[in-house]
C-alpha cells in the first residue's frame, strides 16, 4: 500500500501554492493551544499535518521532497520535536531534550524552528475556534457531477479485475450476513461504513500509485474501527427509524414488505391500499435522503482527515447540502446504471457497485480537497 504523500495529507495537489498549504493546515488543525495535552490519536494526527505543513512551506524542503523523497532520519527527528512540543514543551525545555538526545547544535535549532513555524502558522487573532459546517469544504457547480463519475471510472479501470474481485466478495459476504435473521442485518449495517473506508482509501493509494489489493477490503476493521462503527451505528438507527415511518403509513401490507414475510399481490389490493404503501415507500425514500447526505463523505473524512464521527456527519450533510445539483447529477447517472444492470441480468453491476466507491471519492477530492481533477502519479 502506497504511503500517504504530504500533499494528501494536507488535502492539496501537487501543485498548491504556499497559501493553500498555508489555508489547507489552518483549516485542518485550527489552533495548536486546543491540541496540547490531548489523548494521542489526535495529537498524532497534528502532527502529521504539522510536519506536511513545514516541509512543503518551505521552498528548499519541498524541492528536495518533491525531488527526491523525505529522509526518513530527518522524518523521525521532526515528528520528535513535534510531539514533544504538542506535549506541552516550551522552547526551551525541547532544547534541553533534544541535547540530551546527542543531536548536534545545527540539529537542535533547525527542530526548534521549525516546530515554531508549525505553531506560528496555526496564529491568528481571535479566540480558538473549532470548525464549523460551513468550513472545509467548496460548493460546485451541477456539471460536476457527471465530472465525478468520468473520473471515478479512471479510478476504476486502474484496476478493473481487483475492484470487482473486491466488490463481489463485499456482495458475498452482505448475502450471507441478511440469512441471519436480525442479527446478521444488524452487523451488516454496522460494518458498512467500515468497507467502505478500505475501499475509498483504496482509490486513494491507486491515485498515489500504488495498487488496490485485498486488503483495503478489510483496512477499516484495523484503523480508525471505532469512529467508522458509531457512523455505523447512526445508519442503522436511521434505517430502522425509517422503516418504523413507512410501516406506519403503510399499514399491515407494508409490515409485510418489510419483514418479507410473503409476496403482495397489489393487484388484488384495494386502490386506497395501494396508494398508503406507494405513499409509504415515497416518505421512506425522502426520509432516507437526509441520512445518505449524512453518511456520504462521512468515512472519508473519519480515515482521510482524522475527524470523529459526529463532526464528519455533520460536515458531510452540510457539503452533499450545499451540492445538491451535482449530486443530482450523479443520481441520474446512476438510475441509468441501474437499468442498464437489470437488462444485462445483472451483469452491470460489476461496474456499477465499484463506480459508487470511486465515484464518492472524486467527489470528496472536488468538494474537500479543492481537486477539480484527480493526479494519477505513476505506479
Known amino acids: 500500500m502506497a504511503e500517504e504523500s504530504l500533499y494528501s495529507a494536507l488535502g492539496v495537489s501537487g501543485k498548491a501554492s504556499s497559501e493553500e498549504i498555508h489555508a489547507a493546515y489552518r483549516s485542518l488543525a485550527y489552533n495548536w493551544e486546543s491540541w496540547l495535552k490531548t489523548g494521542e490519536g489526535d495529537r498524532a494526527q497534528v502532527r502529521k499535518w504539522a510536519h506536511a505543513y513545514i516541509v512543503l512551506s518551505d521552498t528548499a524542503l519541498r524541492a528536495r521532497y518533491d525531488g527526491e523523497g523525505e529522509d526518513p532520519s530527518f522524518r523521525e527527528k521532526l515528528d520528535l520535536a513535534l510531539d514533544l512540543s504538542l506535549r506541552g514543551y516550551d522552547d526551551e525545555m525541547l532544547e534541553e531534550y533534544l541535547r ?18 508549525a505553531r506560528e502558522g496555526l496564529s491568528a487573532p481571535g ?10 469544504y467548496r460548493r460546485v457547480e451541477a456539471g460536476r457531477g457527471w465530472q465525478w463519475v468520468k473520473e471515478g471510472f479512471q479510478v476504476f479501470r ?13 456482495t458475498g459476504i452482505g448475502l450471507l450476513l441478511s440469512m441471519i435473521p436480525l442479527a446478521g442485518e444488524i452487523v451488516l449495517y454496522l460494518a458498512s461504513p467500515l468497507f467502505a473506508a478500505g475501499l475509498l482509501q483504496g482509490c486513494r493509494d491507486l491515485e498515489e500509485g500504488g495498487e488496490l489489493e485485498l486488503s483495503h477490503l478489510f483496512l477499516g476493521f484495523r484503523k480508525d474501527t471505532s469512529q467508522l ?15 418504523g415511518i413507512m410501516i406506519s403509513f403503510g399499514g399491515d401490507e407494508m409490515t409485510r414488505i418489510v419483514n418479507g414475510s410473503g409476496e403482495v399481490d397489489f393487484s388484488t389490493l384495494p386502490a386506497e391500499v395501494v396508494n398508503k404503501v406507494m405513499i409509504a415507500m415515497l416518505i421512506g425514500m425522502a426520509v432516507s435522503v437526509p441520512l445518505m447526505m449524512m453518511i456520504w463523505f462521512a468515512p472519508m473524512l473519519v480515515v482521510f482527515r482524522g475527524m470523529k464521527a459526529k463532526g464528519a456527519m455533520q460536515m458531510s450533510f452540510h457539503a452533499c447540502l450545499g451540492n445538491m445539483l451535482p449530486f443530482m ?12 444492470s437489470v437488462i444485462t441480468f445483472g451483469l452491470g453491476l460489476m461496474i ?28
Open 100 to 117: 540530551r538526545l546527542s543531536f548536534s547544535e545545527e540539529t537542535v535549532e533547525t527542530l526548534i524552528s521549525f516546530v515554531s513555524r
Open 127 to 136: 479566540p480558538a475556534r473549532m470548525p464549523g459546517p460551513q468550513d472545509g
Open 158 to 170: 486502474r484496476s478493473p479485475l481487483i475492484w470487482v474481485v473486491l466488490c463481489m466478495i463485499m
Open 229 to 243: 462503527l458509531v457512523i455505523g451505528a447512526v445508519y442503522l438507527v436511521g434505517q430502522m427509524v425509517i422503516l
Open 329 to 340: 447529477v450523479v443520481g441520474s447517472v446512476f438510475v441509468g446504471l441501474a437499468f442498464f
Open 352 to 379: 456499477m457497485i465499484p463506480l459508487v466507491f470511486t465515484t464518492s471519492y472524486a467527489s470528496y477530492m472536488d468538494i474537500f480537497e479543492n481537486r477539480a481533477h484527480l493526479e494519477f502519479k505513476a505506479d
